[in-house]
């Protein structure tokens, strides 16, 4: 299993332009989840899904839009990129089941936009 | 809103020593989670607390959930060089959502 993987590993973008940070996760988990980390900073929920078809915002959505189309796949979307969005992302995943709630972790996108 | 501060915001210790590190909440949560981030990774789980009181352990580390389930502590005991990394704390907030607090940096110096 490769877990959860993101591409791409890094990306600098102009103010204004859109781009797609990609997301798969091998492991059948129903739970998938978007966050952002800014430097020296804990990790902020950006969106969530429960499931293929069904997402829903966190704490920082604005600036950012997201699918599920399938059960592996979540894609996050920057329509205008802003200086505010340079952050490193990460993408989550979980099998929930009773009280155990281990998210498993992408390596992250770090995105700088100038 | 929502706040969940760590303290100390950094450390740096000699190899061999024990490290404490706590995260405290004005709220209540029923789920309390470490996690730990090296360098250019995710953040990768250490310990999961779900009962107030409870005290776990994982190795080194050693975890307890506060009896008023506003605060967590997280020790490391005879650190080594690999501890490094930045120990996060969490509380699962609603749908299984996570919210981590701010971090602690923590350097081990051989």
């Known amino acids: 299993n490769a877990g959860v993987t993101q591409t791409p590993k890094f990306r600098i973008l102009k103010i204004g332009q859109s781009m797609t940070l990609q997301c798969t996760q091998d492991?059948?988990?129903?739970?998938m989840y978007w966050y952002r980390q800014d430097p020296g900073m804990g990790l902020k929920l950006i969106y969530y899904s429960v499931g293929a078809g069904i997402t829903d915002k966190g704490e920082v959505p604005n600036g950012y839009n997201v699918s599920r189309s399938t059960t592996e796949d979540f894609p996050l979307r920057l329509e205008l990129a802003a200086p505010s969005q340079t952050s490193v992302y990460f993408c989550?995943?979980?099998?929930?089941?009773?009280?155990?709630?281990?998210?498993?972790f992408g390596p992250g996108t770090r995105l700088t936009v100038l | 809103g929502q706040q969940l501060n760590q303290s100390p915001q950094s450390m740096f210790i000699q190899e061999g020593e024990d490290v404490s590190m706590n995260c405290t909440s004005s709220?209540?949560?029923?789920?309390w989670l470490w996690y730990k981030q090296d360098p250019g990774e995710g953040p990768v789980l250490l310990i999961a607390?779900?009962?107030?009181?409870e005290l776990t352990s994982n190795g080194r580390l050693t975890a307890q959930f506060g009896i008023t389930r506003k605060d967590s502590f997280l020790n490391i005991s005879a650190s080594i060089p690999s501890d490094v990394g930045i120990y996060f704390c969490?509380?699962?907030?609603?749908?299984?959502?996570?919210?981590f607090g701010t971090g602690t940096r923590l350097t081990v110096i051989p």
């Open positions: 607390l779900y009962k107030a009181g």
């Open positions: 709220s209540i949560f029923n789920t």
């Open positions: 989550a995943s979980t099998l929930t089941s009773g009280d155990y709630n281990e998210q498993f």
């Open positions: 492991m059948n988990h129903n739970y």
């Open positions: 969490a509380v699962r907030t609603g749908a299984n959502n996570l919210f």
